[in-house]
């Protein structure tokens, strides 16, 4: 997954993204740890299908926050890779690698199933349906990327050249190999990017549709819910993802110089911002995990 970073950064932009990721990160970790707090606690909540989903994208995001980003801040702050070893770089392009896109491909996912959710619930009634079709798929993605990865960095012959002055190291030399540098990007980047935003405008644009006959219905805040919820988490990815996505494929199938700078410095670190904000993003979605009931304590 990682791009070809072809030029040392220069050092103003390196601190501007140290100190804005860092202003972010603190505050952020609270309100993720403050969420999966409650979800631990809460029966009625981690016990709803829906929630999993959400909470799995949340707790990649929170160990994203307090393991890998804390190494990009390091390179960031002093410009160079610590400990400047390849091992070192090995590990920390497939932890980086994994982490991004398994959390693509999760919200991928949760995009489709919310159709599911919403319209076709009926498929989700037994046991064993609900292993095939919720389940499973979430299992897929935490075991098949990293599972990929570790192939192409670990197991695929061929000789890395790193730079320990460049973030990640430079590149891997995986991607010297055409067809499965396109795989990669296309497979893991390209499609669970395109996926998101047409399938939650879908969604929307069904609901709309239906509003009337759903609205006379016992679930229709549910779904109202489940909707919305989408719409506000898929809009973050599509901010951050879609169009790093869209620029590298231009790069990659036409124009190998387009924004060069732009994705060097700026384009390659959108992806921290979706881990960053959707703690926040969680928060909202989800005011069951903050609203109290108020008590009314007697007088006498």
Not at 66 to 74: D, H, S, V, Y
Not at 229 to 236: G, K, N
Request: with cysteine; charged share 10%; glycine share 0%.
């Amino acid at each position: 997954m990682n791009g070809t970073i072809i030029s040392e950064e220069p050092q103003w932009s390196r601190h501007l993204k140290f100190y804005i990721f860092t202003s972010i990160q603190l505050p952020s970790v609270c309100v993720a740890v403050y969420i999966l707090y409650r979800f631990y606690y809460s029966t009625k909540i981690h016990s709803r299908l829906h929630y999993h989903s959400l909470l799995t994208l949340l707790t990649i995001a929170f160990l994203e926050l307090i393991t890998e980003l804390p190494l990009t801040l390091q390179f960031l702050y002093s410009g160079r890779v610590r400990p400047a070893s390849s091992w070192f770089c090995l590990v920390w392009i497939w932890y980086n690698c994994s982490l991004h896109s398994m959390n693509l491909f999760l919200m991928a996912w949760t995009s489709i199933e919310r159709h599911i959710l919403i319209f076709h619930s009926h498929l989700l009634q037994s046991s064993q349906q609900k292993f095939q079709r919720h389940y499973l798929p979430i299992i897929f993605s935490l075991f098949y990327i990293p599972l990929f990865y570790f192939i192409c960095i670990f197991v695929y012959s061929c000789e890395n050249t790193f730079d320990y002055t460049i973030i990640l190291c430079g590149s891997i030399c995986y991607n010297n190999l055409p067809w499965l540098a396109a795989f990669d990007w296309i497979a893991h980047i390209c499609v669970p990017s395109s996926i998101i935003p047409v399938a939650s405008i879908i969604l929307l644009i069904r609901v709309v549709i239906q509003r009337k006959k759903m609205a006379r219905t016992l679930n229709w805040k549910t779904i109202r819910k489940l909707t919305l919820q989408l719409m506000f988490i898929s809009s973050l990815y599509s901010i951050f993802w879609v169009s790093y996505a869209l620029v590298i494929v231009i790069r990659l199938y036409f124009i190998p110089t387009f924004l060069t700078v732009i994705i060097n410095y700026y384009f390659f670190y959108s992806p921290y911002f979706v881990q960053l904000f959707m703690p926040f993003l969680c928060l909202i979605c989800l005011p069951e995990l903050w609203r109290q009931k108020l008590r009314v304590v007697p007088l006498i």
